[in-house]
């Protein structure tokens, strides 16, 4: 089992600049990427951004490559979201999850934390 913690949602400005933050614990040894998701209200669950546990790649969605970061601290069990420039669009329910070996798909999902971009 692993479990996912989000935390650093709020309220921020349009062109401001916020960081998400995601705290593993349990089974982390066998998380192989973890990644970013959001749910805006009456949308689909969308990807943002995803990183390699163990090389680092990224990955992003169109929507928020070049304003978004994503970064991890493994030491830490740690997985970071810096959101700059966001938009209003950007408002959702951010969501930390993580793929384990074998899975076929991301497996655990943490609470998601919310975050509004105020125009």
């Known amino acids: 089992q692993v479990q996912l913690v989000e935390s650093g949602g709020g309220l921020v400005q349009a062109g401001g600049s916020l960081r998400l933050s995601c705290a593993a614990s349990?089974?982390?040894?066998?998380?192989?990427?973890m990644g970013w998701f959001r749910q805006a209200p009456g949308e689909e669950r969308e990807f943002v951004a995803a990183i390699s546990r163990n090389d680092a790649t990224t990955y992003y969605s169109a929507s928020v490559k070049g304003r978004f970061t994503i970064s991890k601290n493994n030491a830490k069990n740690e997985m970071y979201l810096q959101l700059n420039s966001p938009k209003p669009e950007d408002t959702a329910v951010y969501y930390c999850?993580?793929?384990?070996?074998?899975?076929?798909?991301?497996?655990?999902w943490g609470q998601g934390t919310q975050v509004t971009v105020s125009s």
């Open positions: 999850a993580s793929r384990s070996a074998g899975a076929q798909s991301y497996n655990y």
């Open positions: 349990g089974r982390t040894f066998d998380i192989l990427k």
